[in-house]
């Protein structure tokens, strides 16, 4: 009698002979209607041919643009920056932010004498800095803001902010965003104790500053944090434009007490000196001046100063400039997709999308050493002129498979990136939609390495990367918009 070991191997055999024969005939079946890749005829009956065609010629017409400006209160990743971009031009962001009391509730001064020991601004950074960490040396200057930051408003990176001339602290240093390092960390009534931190920066504020503003100010100022903010104002953070060197774009996480003021003070009552620290959260509200300078004298390259001086009539380039930061963006536009649905009805036939894949790839060498954006993506304008959600990226439709599937990653491998946009250009060619415009732009890549990612249609500040694509069918590395379609031959 065959025992149950045998009989199970004996089934798992037929099991994949079966499968081995079934993939055999898939295969054969499919190597035999290849000896046409851009015509396969899969006949149905007598008066019906079904047959798949690839068009990858389509018109697209390309353009650079400047994005929109953006709306940067309080955002989560903020930049500070000055990049000497040897194609794009300069880039400037700097950082103005309020100081919060300690819980950012009521807070009364300790009794006794005060004695500010030091004040350390501590900046946690955030993913995302893109530009020279390996030979430019960085100086941030901060300054006491002249202004307050109205909590609930919006403002956009075009705000230039009012500071008081006196510098409260300043830090030279090289960018290392990844590296985290020791500080000695106070302890009542022990001695201090080295501890690991985040990567971040410390910058050595003026211990003045804070006995004057803080510890100095009055009961009423401290009894609540509204009052205490429209009193102290903030601070505000810009980079030295005189170092040496490209510079970059650094990014800082704004979330909760990453960035704070760490405050180290004696207080002396009737000779019980007592040693503290208190921390003032920097930011909520905060917001972000950014500028970009788009000219030969800012250091851009002249085909992009042409191209973006260019008259409303020319309307197609062979070379895109994208650029994060609220930079730049690319309009396309396919002026002709539903003539190629009306030559096929024309001649009495009808055609079934099967697949519509964008293919955008970066011009050879530009991105040495500036490496392109790892992402890009892709949205519409609305009737009302507004941004809308690609079909085949929004979750709700038919089309939509994933975000990985609608693309916009870069492939270093190939060095392209892809979009799927089967349903966006199926409802063009068939005018379900009407293309006020479609849109390319860096995005971050949140999300992107655990499985989280979004798709995002606004202007990012969140991203500092850029790349510089090929265009219209005149650059040898044009933008490709392969269609896989079966006609239906009535």
């Known amino acids: 009698m065959m025992n149950w070991c045998m009989l199970h191997k004996t089934k798992l055999y037929m099991k994949f002979f079966r499968i081995d024969l079934l993939t055999l005939l898939i295969s054969l079946f499919i190597l035999g209607s290849c000896k046409n890749p851009d015509s396969v005829g899969l006949p149905v009956d007598s008066s019906q041919t079904l047959q798949t065609n690839l068009i990858d010629t389509a018109t697209i017409l390309t353009k650079t643009i400047d994005d929109d400006s953006v709306a940067t209160s309080s955002v989560t990743k903020a930049p500070l920056a000055y990049f000497k971009d040897p194609i794009f031009g300069t880039t400037e962001a700097n950082i103005a932010a309020t100081l919060n009391l300690p819980s950012q509730s009521a807070y009364s001064v300790p009794a006794g004498t005060i004695t500010v020991d030091s004040a350390i601004l501590v900046m946690r950074y955030a993913d995302g800095f893109y530009g020279d960490s390996l030979t430019t040396s960085y100086k941030v200057n901060v300054y006491q803001l002249n202004e307050p930051i109205i909590s609930g408003k919006s403002y956009y990176n075009t705000k230039a902010w009012t500071y008081l001339p006196a510098v409260l602290g300043t830090k030279t240093f090289l960018a290392k965003p990844k590296t985290g390092f020791y500080i000695n960390s106070i ?61 970059g774009n650094l990014f800082f996480n704004m979330s909760t007490d990453s960035c704070r003021l760490d405050v180290y003070y004696r207080a002396n009552n009737s000779g019980t000196i007592d040693t503290a620290k208190v ?58 997709l539903t003539k190629i649905l009306a030559a096929q009805q024309a001649a009495g036939n009808d055609i079934v999308l ?52 609608f693309g916009g990653f870069y492939d270093s491998y190939h060095q392209v990136y892809h979009y799927i946009i089967t349903g966006y250009i199926e409802n063009l060619m068939r005018g379900k939609m009407t293309d006020y415009g479609t849109f390319i732009a860096p995005t971050d890549t949140v999300g992107a390495y655990s499985g989280n990612a979004t798709v995002s249609i606004s202007n990012g500040t969140d991203v500092g990367a850029r790349a510089v694509v090929g265009g219209d069918k005149t650059s040898a590395y044009r933008m490709k918009l392969n269609i896989i379609y079966n006609k239906v031959t009535k």
């Open 187 to 247: 302890v009542t009534g022990a001695a201090d104790t080295p501890i690991h931190v985040n990567p971040q920066l410390r910058i050595k504020i003026d211990p003045t500053f804070v006995t004057t503003h803080f510890f100095g100010a009055t009961t009423s100022q401290l009894n609540t944090n509204s009052v205490f903010q429209n009193y102290i104002k903030g601070l505000y953070l810009t980079l030295d434009k005189t170092r040496p060197g490209v510079g």
């Open 279 to 336: 921390a003032l959260r920097l930011g909520s509200p905060h917001a972000v001046q950014i500028k970009h300078d788009h000219t030969v004298a800012g250091g851009a390259d002249p085909n992009l100063v042409s191209q973006l001086n260019s008259s409303a009539t020319a309307k197609t380039f062979n070379t895109l400039y994208l650029q994060g930061l609220g930079g730049l963006r690319a309009k396309i536009s396919f002026p002709y």
């Open 354 to 405: 099967n697949r519509a894949e964008l293919v955008v790839t970066p011009v050879a060498g530009t991105g040495i050493p500036y490496l392109p954006t790892p992402r890009l993506t892709m949205y519409r304008n609305d009737i009302a002129l507004q941004r809308s959600i690609i079909p085949d990226a929004y979750s709700g439709d038919l089309h939509f498979i994933s975000v990985g599937s």
